[in-house]
């Protein structure tokens, strides 16, 4: 799924909130017969990066099960702007790869379940760096969750429903009210443009 921005709108429901890490979308595929692949979820021309980032696919057989789908953002420990260097075979950051979201596990479709429920999967899984899992924390107040995020130097915060499912699309990621994004400013939520 694909956040869209928040307005400022009252919230319905529970939601948790992440940090919004500044890196490149990527989805960690291990399939039952132990294959990984990894794949970027932008419109590039060669978005399956198995091979560039071999370092990492073979990192990610080590730690996930098969049949697994991961939703993850492919970060550096210099920055978005060193996350090109990762393909490099000289790489000039330290990969860093925050998954915040499993769409099949064991094979099977979760994404109908609630978000609470896939986070439950996630904390059973093996994580070791590269690979972080992002959990999440209760959103009790947007403005002191953004400014502490800020502060933690992420770009902003992405909150999310708890009993949301995820959903796919054919051509792509959806953008979906379950997901919202808020960048930049601890003086209130982002503004609308136009």
Excluded at 49 to 75: K, V
Aim: a neutral charge; charged letters at 30%; glycine letters at 12%.
């Amino acid at each position: 799924m694909q956040p869209i921005p928040y307005w400022g709108e009252e919230l319905q429901g529970e939601w948790i909130y992440e940090p919004k890490y500044d890196g490149w979308r990527l989805q960690v595929i291990r399939y039952r017969d132990g294959r990984v692949e990894l794949w970027g979820r932008r419109l590039e021309k060669r978005p399956n990066w198995t091979e560039r980032l071999a370092f990492l696919s073979e990192r990610a057989g080590e730690l996930f099960p098969e049949g697994i789908l991961l939703d993850a953002e492919l970060c550096s420990d210099r920055g978005r702007d060193f996350v090109v260097s990762l393909f490099s075979r000289r790489p000039r950051a330290k990969p860093l790869v925050y998954v915040f979201d499993v769409i099949f596990y064991g094979g099977e479709f979760v994404g109908d379940r609630s978000l609470f429920e896939r986070k439950k999967i996630l904390e059973g899984l093996g994580f070791a760096d590269p690979f972080f899992m992002v959990r999440g924390e209760r959103l009790r107040d947007i403005k002191e969750a953004l400014a502490s995020a800020l502060e933690r130097g992420h770009e902003g915060i992405v909150i999310k429903e708890t009993g949301s499912p995820y959903e796919l699309g054919l051509d792509g990621p959806i953008a979906t009210l379950y997901w919202r994004k808020i960048k930049g400013t601890l003086y209130g939520p982002q503004k609308r443009e136009g």
